[in-house]
């Protein structure tokens, strides 16, 4: 196949291999860029936040399938500690801890409550949530906290 | 983010590690070293994935080594010296017939390894045939042999 080239072509092919390496540097360093500020998961443009009233819920926007990432949810401490998380959201992640331990876990249809036992006081208390998606995929839930509206939860979960 | 800094701190060290364990570390390809170089494999391939089992994570992975090794090649042509820092440099360790024993003692080479590669590189068989016997960056043994020898 060599023969049949002739010599302007072959320098062009080899221009065009470099060109197409140049290229892929390139690519490679905007992934890794990306990946840096949180594109992928486990960054400060992953990091969302929602709010209702005195409670607030932090989760990353964007995670990855099958990589373990962490839903914060934080109130005062002298409210009603009752996190509900809706169940349509919940089938398409397992839930593979809580700290600390929800003191009672009750189910119905559309949800699932989580009660953590906090003493009256000053200051605020945090459970988390360790979730890892089953696969990738746009994903919305929404997590309520005692009797607050719920707080609209929006990830998109690379494979 | 964790992914990046995971995937650059094992590639440095390894870098590292492998630069301090000496050329012939490289080279040498005993039993031994085989099951090291396993060993290590499986221990890095823990400490970079961790518990994410994601194709994403793994691509991400793949991407930044190599875009490390990228960068590193062009970091060692821009710099002559860190280029001398990382890789090393040609060592002669025979000249003219005479073995440079300090040099061949620090580098961990012995007369067997020379006539070894004088053997399978140039069909020689004696020192006294080897005008420069020189241990490569990678660890190999370059063969110069003499004029009578070489004909």
Redesign the interface.
Known sequence: MAASFTRYQQTRCLRRGWLFERVGWALMAMVIAAAVIGVFGGGWLSEAEGARGEASVRYPRFARAHAPFVISINWPAQDAAVVTLDRAYLEHFSITEIRPTPSSEVVDVQSIHYSFETRDGAGRVAAEFELRAHRGGRFNGSIAIGTEPPIAVRQLIFP | ????IRGVAVYLFLLLVFRVSGKRSLRNATTFDFVLLLIVAETTQQALVG???????AF?LI??L??TD?LLSLVKRWSPRIDRLLEGQPLVIVRNGVPLRTRMHIERVDEEDILSAARETRGLDSLDQIQRAVLERNGGISIIPTRDAGS
């Open positions: 983010m964790d992914l990046v518990d994410d089992a994601s194709v994403t994570g991400l991407v930044v190599v875009g990228i």
